[in-house]
């Protein structure tokens, strides 16, 4: 088996280069890591034959920075796996400890995008972030790092479950009223598209902020406390508003984000995957882009954990 494991700072995906075995493992690398336990238990089970890996991980806050955090994974990594190798942000594999290995997992998807699709756009939002990334020539053109990126619109620090719905939105309107929100962790957009279907209770993969239950009433008990509102306090049909509110704010940042890139880079289609795959369809529908969706192409697991996908069908030729 050849296998890609992608680290971030709140899951750890697990893909082989046959498409065959997908996992995806809830671990926040702030709340006493248990990566090491992971990683052991991954290689005993499946006894990969060689491991491609990409990491965005050692941005979290447990780290005073961000070469003690690539540190902290490559060495978990590497007590783990006999062969293993790191893809850097220059889309070259190194069994060495470099920076440019830090926040690379873009690197892996977007290769494997230029081969399979060509020029285009692709775009991953998965429970924290949205990558946007120019690909031209089987080549992607964007800044290797996440700094950069942010700058150029090819980082949107916005996903489908983690994001602060007080960081998205100022206000609200309900029922022909304008509300102001509380910047209070009260709920996430894993709320939202719980209670608008969007996403199963299964995909309500992070912790919820206040430790309850994943029901959509306790989804929409959350989405409530956003106005300071208790259920009795509140119409169920405002709650839903809030969601679709919410949802219509994401589109609106991932558009704005994916047209400033396309006109920059002169592309038009867009390559999309990840679990808010339904938030970049909606974008590209406004944009009036053409669209290829990874879970029509590939499925929807191997979708959710795409560059744990692509950086196994790369390691496979090395």
């Known amino acids: 088996m050849i296998l890609g494991i992608d680290i971030g700072g709140a899951n750890t995906k697990i893909a082989s280069s046959d498409g065959k075995l997908v996992e995806l493992h809830y671990l926040p690398l702030w709340k006493k890591s248990k990566l090491q336990e992971l990683l052991l238990d991954i290689s005993a089970r499946l006894v990969p034959e060689k491991v491609g890996v990409v990491i965005t991980g050692e941005l979290a806050d447990c780290f005073p920075d961000k070469d003690a955090g690539l540190s902290y994974i490559i060495d978990a990594v590497n007590k783990a796996f006999d062969d293993a190798w790191f893809l850097d942000s220059n889309g070259v594999f190194t069994k060495e400890?470099?920076?440019?290995?830090?926040?690379?997992?873009?690197?892996?998807?977007?290769?494997?995008?230029?081969?399979?699709?060509?020029?285009?756009?692709?775009?991953?939002?998965?429970?924290?972030?949205?990558?946007?990334?120019?690909?031209?020539?089987?080549?992607?053109?964007?800044a290797v790092t996440d700094f950069e990126r942010l700058r150029k619109s090819e980082l949107v620090y916005s996903g489908a479950l983690r994001t602060n719905i007080a960081a998205l939105l100022d206000n609200v309107e309900l029922s022909g009223a304008s509300y102001r929100t509380s910047s209070e962790l009260?709920?996430?957009?894993?709320?939202?598209?719980?209670v608008l279907g969007m996403i199963s209770q299964d995909n309500y993969t992070c912790d919820t902020p206040d430790g309850a239950g994943k029901t959509v009433l306790d989804a929409k008990r959350r989405l409530a406390r956003v106005v300071c509102a208790d259920l009795t306090e509140i119409k169920e049909e405002d709650i839903v508003s809030i969601a679709h509110q919410v949802m219509e704010k994401q589109v609106m940042d991932i558009a704005d984000a994916i047209n400033e890139v396309a006109t920059r880079d002169e592309l038009e289609t867009i390559v999309a995957c990840g679990l808010g795959e339904f938030l970049i369809k909606k974008a590209a529908d406004e944009l009036g882009f053409n669209i290829i969706l990874m879970s029509e192409r590939y499925g929807k697991e191997l979708s959710t954990v795409f560059p744990a996908y692509a950086v196994s069908r790369l390691v496979e030729e090395i």
């Open 97 to 142: 400890r470099r920076r440019s290995i830090a926040a690379a997992n873009w690197m892996a998807s977007a290769l494997i995008v230029g081969r399979d699709f060509g020029d285009s756009i692709f775009v991953d939002t998965g429970s924290t972030t949205t990558d946007i990334i120019p690909i031209k020539n089987g080549k992607p053109l964007a």
């Open 186 to 194: 009260f709920a996430i957009t894993a709320d939202a598209y719980l």
